[in-house]
């Protein structure tokens, strides 16, 4: 998170540079990225876009920082043929619109996870959230236990984070000064050096992917007047400082799923004090060997495939 929040912000707060290519369209991104069991409504006062597909226990995905929810592509191929699973773009990410309200607060966050799954007629679920998508999963299963009847947290920050520009990949540094003359707008070249730099699999990073990145984070800040809440919700700087009380506040069975391989929230720092600061009796900390930062779209099958026993045990099936 640390080199996608600093690159992405690092090219933000640079001079102004080149005019942005043209978008395309909201109708045109639609036919490119949305899919078969996509849906579009206004939830807790925003334009949504989300998923809903399979039958069964309902399991809520929710992705990482200017990804969407086709981050979740692997899982929901596996899960969906046993489980309920829900996702949605995170305002003004994906597919979806900007706070009319320019409204990212971790509450407004909370209510839409609320909002949606009343919506949908679910009363229990399981949440599961990758990245910095650990501040809201983290809150809300501490918040509403009620809800939740089981946590996974995936290579998330187990505190605040500090920018390390130093130690980003000299290709990665080369994008963003490159990216950098240009803060409105960012390069394929830009998300393509930033999933390289935190993925290990290489031919994920594929040229489909990097279009996704490029056209939908662009999307998300082609309005100037919506460009600093975007990249505020982007980045996920919500409250990184508070999730470690969260982590003690929440007492329902929790897996922590971590990846080998990842230097933005090391297992050993991160991952460990995670494990340490849940307040669940009912916890558990499990290693996803050769895998990034990244891990829904590095390694998918295998990350998946960890987190079956609990999702059998505490959602069924």
């Not at 579009?40 to 990482?64: K, N, S």
């Not at 692997?74 to 320019?102: C, E, M, T």
């Not at 390694?299 to 079956?308: F, G, I, L, Q, T």
Request: with cysteine; charged share 20%; proline share 7%.
């Amino acid at each position: 998170m640390r080199w996608v929040f600093g690159a992405a912000m690092l090219a933000i707060t640079s001079m102004a540079g080149a005019q942005p290519p043209e978008t395309p369209s909201d109708a045109q991104l639609r036919e490119r990225y949305a899919l078969p069991a996509s849906h579009f409504d206004t939830i807790a006062g925003e334009p949504l876009h989300y998923v809903d597909e399979g039958r069964g226990p309902a399991i809520l995905l929710l992705h990482g920082s200017y990804a969407n929810l086709r981050q979740w592509d692997g899982w929901a191929a596996k899960l969906k043929h046993h489980y309920r699973v829900i996702r949605f773009d995170q305002s003004p990410l994906g597919l979806s619109g900007p706070n009319p309200r320019n409204d990212y607060e971790l509450s407004q966050r909370i209510a839409v996870i609320d909002a949606l799954m009343d919506k949908l007629g679910v009363r229990r679920f399981v949440i599961v959230g990758t990245s910095s998508a650990g501040v809201q999963t983290a809150a809300y299963a501490a918040a509403r236990p009620e809800r939740v009847s089981g946590v996974i947290l995936s290579n998330i920050a187990a505190g605040p984070l500090k920018i390390d520009y130093a130690a980003m990949p000299q290709a990665l540094k080369d994008a963003v000064a490159q990216d950098a003359k240009h803060p409105g707008w960012h390069e394929p070249e830009f998300w393509r050096q930033i999933m390289l730099a935190n993925m290990l699999d290489a031919k994920a990073v594929t040229p489909g992917l990097v279009d996704q990145w490029t056209d939908l984070n662009n999307r998300a800040m082609r309005d100037p007047a919506t460009t600093a809440g975007a990249m505020k919700a982007a980045t996920g700087s919500l409250a990184f400082a508070r999730t470690p009380d969260d982590l003690r506040a929440i007492t329902v069975p929790s897996l922590l799923l971590w990846s080998s391989d990842d230097h933005e929230v090391p297992l050993e720092k991160d991952g460990r004090q995670a494990l340490d600061l849940l307040g669940a009796k009912d916890k558990r900390l499990e290693v996803v060997a050769q895998c990034g930062h990244m891990m829904p779209m590095d390694c998918p099958a295998r990350s998946v495939d960890a987190a079956m026993p609990f999702l059998k045990r505490v959602a069924g099936k």
